[in-house]
């Protein structure tokens, strides 16, 4: 093999690499976001379309992590909930409904962050039992008005488990303990986390990066 | 110098390979603060006692690992002092939240209004 031939499949190897990180999904539109430059974020309690009356409580604690290491301030969930409370709001419903006005002269937020759970728990399967939790996420500025970001997000026990091809009898066996271990370990609670991480933090197409992060500015710019 | 041309290439390739999982350092000490805030929330099990105690467990946490606590500890600490009868502890609590993070003083400002309000003196 020549020298120049190795030079050229080195130099396609690093290009194939160097694209690897990046997804073939559309770019979304950044425009209002950039130019609402968010520094907080109030997160109010989930709207939970499932029958898993644990949902909403249990994403809204897992909400500060992804977006606060993402560079914004978060509001603190709990106190959110109960000034909420203490003013006879207590169904996220109701919550949603809200004027931006209040929002901003109660917490004096940038921005308003608005969580739908539409799935939340364990699909029992004759096959297999499948504990999953999806979630879509809307980015409000209390200033103007304007929807900055939109996006979704889903995680799921099945993910990781793959198609082993064990036989048939082995995947019912495998599948009575799966709900064993599912409905045990409040599994939907753990899913919940991968999913609000999937959905909050900065990354393609998600939230970009906030003032108190060293990568905010940093986010790849709309081709 | 061809060589050290193509080890030059290889390290670039491998670094690129290590940047899609390279994590950077969290902005914050976390410990079990989110599992607090799920506790809370339930209001099922431990006692808001008990979460405080957690909580301090956190702060050295933090102090050890030269850390800040998260966007809205301090907050949250201060609601628990107010359900524990401590005002004054959750005053210090809710000026602390809003020194790390001015973003907050409007509501921490509300908040503070309320706790001065509701106290009988």
């Known amino acids: 093999m020549s020298a120049l031939r190795l030079l050229k499949l080195s130099l396609l190897l690093i290009a194939v690499l160097a694209t690897g990180c990046a997804s073939n999904q559309q770019a979304y539109d950044y425009t209002a976001f950039r130019r609402a430059h968010p520094r907080s974020i109030l997160v109010l309690p989930p709207v939970n379309k499932s029958p898993d009356i644990k949902a909403s409580n249990s994403v809204m604690s897992y909400v500060s992590y992804p977006l606060a290491e993402s560079g914004y301030y978060v509001f603190p969930v709990t106190v959110v909930d109960e000034t909420f409370r203490q003013n006879g709001l207590t169904l996220p419903e109701e919550i949603h409904t809200v004027t931006h006005t209040k929002l901003r002269e109660i917490f004096g937020a940038d921005t308003v962050m608005y969580i739908e759970i539409t799935d939340y728990g364990t699909h029992y399967q004759v096959l297999a039992s499948d504990t999953r939790v999806t ?54 609670h753990r899913v919940a986390g991968v999913t609000s991480q999937r959905l909050l933090a900065a990354r393609p197409n998600g939230i970009l990066y906030g003032p108190r992060s060293p990568l905010y500015g940093l986010d790849p710019s709309p081709r | ?48 006692a008990e979460q405080i105690l957690a909580l301090q467990k956190v702060i050295e946490g933090a102090k050890a690992a030269n850390k800040s606590v998260p966007p809205g500890f301090h907050a949250h600490l201060g609601l628990l002092q107010i359900s524990e009868g401590k005002p004054e502890l959750a005053r210090m609590e809710l000026e602390a939240e809003k020194t790390l993070f001015p973003e907050s003083a409007v509501f921490m400002d509300f908040l503070l209004v309320k706790l001065a309000g509701g106290k009988s003196r």
Not at chain 1, 166 to 186: F, P, R, W, Y
Not at chain 2, 27 to 41: E, F, H, I, R, S
């Open chain 1, 135 to 188: 979630a879509t996420g809307r980015l409000v500025d209390l200033r103007t008005g304007d929807t900055l970001w939109i996006g979704s997000a889903t995680a799921s026990t099945n993910e990781n488990q793959g198609s082993s091809g064990n036989g048939i009898i082995g995947m019912l066996v495998k599948a009575a303990i799966d709900q064993i271990v599912n409905t045990l370990s409040e599994q939907g």
């Open chain 2, 1 to 48: 110098m061809t060589r050290s041309f193509f080890g030059g290439l290889l390290l670039v390739g491998v670094l690129l390979v290590g940047g899609c999982a390279t994590r950077t350092p969290t902005l914050y000490y976390w410990g079990d603060y989110q599992p607090q805030l799920y506790a809370y929330l339930k209001n099922e099990g431990t006692s808001h």
